[in-house]
């Protein structure tokens, strides 16, 4: 594969400087977009739940893009600058650029494949719900599924059907996936596989070699999205999409002798 390599180490090799660029004028432009206009470009650029009116296909490319505020982009581009330089000076630009690219798409396949089940289950709920309403499982179902909103108390079994089916179409146009987190997972992914005694200090403080930083991450990851804490607005699963993706896709290398 012919690649740009940097002559010497570069600090800020040219695909994580220009991610690092696109990422805060986007980050930028949505703010002044929204305060200026009352415009929500998060609404138009995140990606949303495929079976949403609100749903694009170029958002499984624009919602890495976006961020929800300073400490979210702030340690998604630290992260990248951190590990992404290492990756990019070690495999070339075109080759990192497609990998962070493919973890992010990834990422976002797994979101989706994630909210299927998740809204797929609360139609089944909804479905034996209203073959035989029953005020008293109103509150249950709401409050299980639709934690957060607020909803009036239903006069009637009718009244209380029609509620849940508007809370659950209000939910799936609602939900939003933005962040470069999935693909910044498969890049400290990469990293932890391609410099696995590189020694990395949590907090600046905590010495620990980077295959068993990323082993604990993932670990912490994987029992957050398990635990499904309601009050959790976290896309777990999509960041160990992104480690997986990037896991395969490392390995396909090896197996091709291109890495």
Not at 76 to 96: I, V
Not at 203 to 225: C, D, Q, R, T, W
């Amino acid at each position: 594969m012919n690649d740009y390599r940097p002559p010497r180490f570069a600090l800020f090799p040219p695909v994580v400087k220009n991610l690092l660029i696109a990422n805060v004028l986007f980050f930028i432009a949505t703010l002044v977009i929204q305060n200026t206009y009352r415009y929500d470009l998060t609404n138009l650029l995140g990606l949303h739940y495929f079976m949403s009116a609100d749903f694009k296909p170029y958002q499984i490319i624009t919602y890495m893009f976006m961020h929800g505020g300073f400490l979210h982009i702030f340690f998604n581009m630290f992260a990248l600058w951190m590990f992404g330089n290492m990756l990019e000076n070690y495999w070339g630009s075109k080759r990192f650029l497609l990998f962070y690219l493919i973890c992010g798409i990834g990422a976002a396949f797994t979101q989706e494949i994630t909210q299927y089940i998740y809204f797929h289950g609360i139609e089944n709920a909804l479905s034996i719900y209203d073959a035989s309403p029953n005020l008293n499982d109103f509150s249950m179902l709401a409050d299980k599924y639709f934690t957060g909103f607020r909803y009036p108390q239903p006069a009637s079994t009718s009244e209380a059907v029609m509620i849940l089916q508007k809370l659950y179409q209000l939910k799936m146009d609602m939900s939003v996936t933005i962040g470069a987190s999935g693909a910044i997972f498969g890049v400290l992914l990469a990293f932890g596989m391609l410099f696995p005694n590189t020694l990395l200090y949590v907090y600046f403080a905590i010495p620990i070699k980077a295959k068993y930083f990323v082993i604990i991450y993932g670990l912490i990851e994987l029992y957050s999205a398990i635990s499904a804490n309601p009050s959790d607005n976290i896309a777990h699963f999509a960041h160990l999409g992104g480690m997986v993706f990037g896991f395969f896709l490392i390995l396909y290398w090896k197996q091709k002798k291109t890495l």
